[in-house]
């Protein structure tokens, strides 16, 4: 069946443009997380929903990134007035259930440049 | 804070020998450990994992052990082959919260 996919796949973007990155998990997985990848890094945990909810938003960088998830399906994650330390990999994964009793299916990725 | 360090963070093997990575992680509440492939290009992917009430797990030629006492855990590759070159990342999981290390990159020689 279809995995995870994000969109777009690349972004270049000018300093303190917004992004729109979209999510769209695997279909009946209620947890979805999300996560950014700096060149050579690993994978640095941003958000996760059980179902429409955030019950953890500690992972975000600063209060100018935010997500949200409807219909228990899509989610995007927006990054305003976007900076170039903003420019990695973000990467979503979802899952059947909340908890690490559930594998984690993960997205390609995508690739932001903030020129 | 949380934290995992992987070691090494680059590691070259001719292919036919064995590869192992290992990492360490700070957090006692961990109970999770899984351990991800990434091709380039790709998300991770999961190859293998162990929860902290087992020592050792193996699936072919993968296996991973856990020390939960000293918090460390490792990868065991055996017979690598060239598909095996990609990055790997081991991670430290309590309940929906995984910490991730920074990375090997393995690189097997035909």
């Known amino acids: 069946g279809a995995g995870v996919s994000q969109s777009p796949s690349n972004k270049v973007t000018e300093k303190g443009k917004d992004v729109e990155l979209r999510c769209d998990p695997i279909?009946?997985?209620?947890?979805l997380y999300w996560y950014r990848q700096r060149l050579g890094q690993g994978l640095e945990f941003l958000i996760y929903f059980q179902g429409n909810s955030a019950p953890d938003k500690s992972g975000l960088p600063s209060d100018r990134f935010s997500a949200e998830r409807t219909g228990e399906s899509v989610s995007t994650l927006t990054i305003q007035r976007t900076q170039q330390e903003d420019s990695a990999v973000y990467l979503c994964?979802?899952?059947?259930?909340?908890?690490?009793?559930?594998?984690?299916?993960f997205g390609p990725g995508t690739r932001l440049t903030v020129t | 804070g949380e934290n995992v360090e992987q070691h090494p963070s680059t590691l070259s093997v001719q292919e036919g020998d064995s590869a192992v990575i290992k990492c360490t992680y700070s957090?006692?509440?961990?109970?999770?450990f899984p351990w991800y492939k990434q091709e380039l290009g790709k998300g991770p992917q999961l190859i293998i994992d162990?929860?902290?009430?087992?020592g050792e797990k193996k699936d072919q030629r993968i296996a991973v052990t856990l020390n939960k006492t000293a918090k460390h855990f490792s990868l065991h590759i055996t017979e690598t082959q060239p598909e095996d070159s990609a990055v790997y990342f081991c991670a430290a999981s309590q309940w929906f919260k995984t910490i991730f290390g920074a990375g090997t990159r393995l690189f097997v020689k035909a």
């Open positions: 279909s009946g997985h209620t947890a």
């Open positions: 994964a979802s899952s059947l259930g909340q908890g690490n009793s559930y594998e984690q299916y």
């Open positions: 162990i929860r902290s009430n087992v």
């Open positions: 957090d006692s509440a961990s109970n999770y």
